[in-house]
């Protein structure tokens, strides 16, 4: 196994991205592989900052460019001082998505053009592409039910957060913009939603014969 990697988690809501973050940690812990793990938006102290105002149900007169460049801004801040640091000193930097989300949700679910969202993400991300995706596949109705749970006492709302609340036709764009986005990218796994030790078996086969060989 060379020295770092970057591995991130994609899906729309309740997709079961955190808790594939989490059985892959103890699996990681087992083997005594070096690794961090990490989010987006979010990953650092001026990132978390950024999504409490992207997710705060609140500011739902948000617009689609102010969106796309506050994830740009937490991103930028994140690949400078989290993720690339932790890959230069070989350790293995798990992601609770990345850029793959921008294209997902600015671009399918919100109609930014592709090119533009691709542009800013070169300048964000210094040219950086995660090694490999694990797409977690979910009809939406059934993700939305189960992340509004959580986010409901979050922020003490009744409908999620600031991007669950969107009707069901701007999720279901989402989802087939991350499946028409994993046929044309070589780094994605697509995983379809299943019961959680099945996924987490199908993505340690991947890991192991991708990563670890």
């Known amino acids: 196994m060379r020295k770092g ?6 899906g729309a809501e309740g997709s079961g991205k955190s808790t594939q973050v989490e059985l892959l940690v103890k699996y990681l812990q087992k083997k005594k592989i070096p690794f961090i793990t990490t989010r987006e938006p979010g990953g650092t102290e001026i990132g978390e ?3 409490e105002i992207l997710l705060n149900p609140k500011n739902s007169n948000m617009s689609h460019l102010t969106e796309l460049l506050l994830y740009s801004a937490s991103r930028s801040q994140h690949v400078f001082q989290k ?10 930097v798990i992601s609770d998505r990345f850029s793959f ?5 600015q671009g399918y679910g ?5 090119d533009l969202i691709n542009n800013l993400t070169k300048i964000a991300t210094q040219g950086l592409n ?3 995706i694990f797409l977690l596949d979910i009809n939406p109705e059934v993700g939305l039910a189960k992340a509004k749970i959580k986010s409901n006492a979050l922020y003490n ?8 609340k969107e009707d069901l036709s701007f999720h279901n764009r989402v989802r087939e913009g991350y499946l028409k986005l994993s046929q044309t990218h070589k780094n994605v796994r697509l995983i379809e939603y299943d019961k ?4 987490h078996s199908k993505i340690i086969n991947i890991f192991e014969s991708e990563i670890l060989t």
């Open 157 to 164: 709302t009744e409908n999620g957060d600031r991007l669950e």
């Open 110 to 114: 919100r109609g930014i053009e592709l």
């Open 83 to 92: 993720i690339v640091p932790a890959v230069d000193d070989g350790k293995i």
């Open 49 to 51: 900052q950024i999504r």
């Open 196 to 199: 959680i030790e099945i996924v």
């Open 5 to 10: 990697y970057f591995i991130t988690f994609e």
């Open 101 to 105: 989300a921008s294209l997902a949700y």
């Open 130 to 132: 995660p090694d490999l």
